[in-house]
């Protein structure tokens, strides 16, 4: 038991984690650097386990104040086109627009051309939660010491149709949607040259900045990774909230955010797609809005090929930068039971901290401070500024010693595209 609040902290790991020279010419590993950028995790006694650490997120605190300018982009996919947004971290303003969020406006077009830049700050590019977006309290806890500090560049990738943003094609977001991130990440190397680039997403923007990582291996941009919060396999963790009366109350959470996100767009919905409207809106619960609208517009046989195809629980093995976990065994979501323990201890390049306490996306101290706030900007910072990030050569995923000639693509999808080569 954790008594006091007082929460047990382990790590899961390869044999020999990834070696990593430090600037001082010192040599040190993956493992050393996510245990020394991890602190003792002491939450409030009072919110006593991940259910209650959970709901009390619904106390809306107003959190920490951070300022965005929003830019527009015009999706650079062949088949799946449209806009999405994504909301840079600029300095205080005024210029506040009402159909967005708090404290974002809009890019002028000449202050947009003139943000590229051949400064070699470090570029950190965020993933949010379900139907969630760069306004999300758990979020602003989490970049605030990075703002703070006016060491780092921040953007905060939008999931279509989410934050205020308009859909333009029909197309919303999925959890393997790793297309709009990897056009962000291709933007900033061309734009910013000499910046190294880190990601962190949260919940289900962990399991698709998980699921890009593991896409693009030893070709990734990106220096460095955390997800936090990532339900991992998600058909795991459907059958688990489906399993118990508060999963299922999660489960109709979640299904009710994702019908008015929905009804946002209806419009849209109704001109660009051959969705059932109000089907949609009858629903009760998160799966039965995946079948109403993730197989519709995929083409996912159901809601179960959908979850085993979109989970991230075998990319970990093809994941080639450094990449920390960052996980709680109490959180009522993102199941422990969905966590691909086994493929984390054979892939050197990955590193898991589990806290036993945590809930989902919480970790509230005495207070209402994020305690998830510190290891996300303790290993990003080591990375960023202490770790020689040029003598990391990625290697190509390791062919395992089989008795017969065999190839595991840990990121084969099972949905293909049959008409465009993309």
Not at 368 to 396: Q, S, V, Y
Request: glycine letters at 6%; a negative charge.
């Amino acid at each position: 038991m954790d008594w006091f609040g007082r929460a047990k902290i382990s790590f899961t790991h390869h044999i020999s984690p990834l070696t990593l020279q430090q600037k001082d010419g010192t040599t040190t590993d993956l493992l050393k650097v996510c245990e020394l950028a991890t602190p003792p995790c002491q939450l409030n006694p009072l919110l006593f386990n991940g259910h209650v650490q959970t709901m009390w997120t619904v106390v809306k605190e107003h959190g920490p104040q951070i300022y965005y300018r929003r830019k527009i982009f015009d999706s650079d996919h062949k088949l799946y086109t449209g806009t999405f947004t994504v909301d840079f971290v600029t300095e205080p303003h005024q210029d506040f627009e009402e159909k967005l969020p708090p404290r974002t406006a809009y890019f002028s077009d000449q202050d947009f051309a003139n943000l590229p830049s051949d400064d070699s700050k470090p570029m950190l590019i965020v993933l949010h939660g379900l139907s969630g977006g760069s306004h999300e309290i758990y979020l602003r806890h989490a970049i605030l010491p990075l703002v703070e500090s006016g060491k780092w560049e921040i953007c905060v990738v939008n999931s279509r149709g989410c934050a205020n943003s308009a859909v333009t094609s029909g197309l919303f977001f999925n959890a393997r949607a790793t297309w709009d991130v990897r056009q962000v990440v291709n933007w900033a190397r061309k734009n910013f040259p000499n910046r190294p680039l880190f990601g962190v997403g949260f919940s289900l923007g962990a399991n698709i900045l998980t699921n890009y990582v593991g896409e693009e291996g030893e070709g990734c941009l990106l220096k460095g990774a955390i997800a936090v919060g990532n339900p991992f396999n998600l058909d795991v963790t459907n059958r688990a909230l489906r399993r118990t009366y508060l999963g299922r109350l999660y489960q109709r959470v979640m299904g009710t955010n994702m019908k008015k996100l929905v009804a946002n767009h209806k419009e849209t919905v109704l001109k660009y797609t051959n969705l059932d409207y109000d089907r949609i809106q009858n629903i009760t619960y998160l799966n039965e809005f995946d079948r109403e609208v993730q197989t519709v517009t995929w083409g996912y046989p159901t809601e179960d090929a959908y979850y085993r195809d979109a989970s991230s629980c075998d990319a970990v093995l093809g994941i080639r930068i450094p990449f920390m976990a960052l996980s709680a065994a109490d959180d009522p979501i993102a199941v422990e039971e969905a966590i691909p323990y086994q493929e984390i201890k054979q892939n050197p390049y990955t590193v898991l901290c589990l806290t036993s306490l945590g809930g989902h996306l919480s970790w509230f101290e005495v207070g209402g401070g994020r305690w998830h706030t510190r290891p996300i900007c303790n290993f990003l910072n080591k990375m960023a500024f202490e770790i020689d990030l040029d003598a990391i050569k990625p290697d190509a995923c390791d062919k395992l010693d089989s008795q017969f000639k065999t190839h595991f693509d840990p990121v084969q999808r099972k949905l293909q595209i049959l008409d465009l080569n993309q």
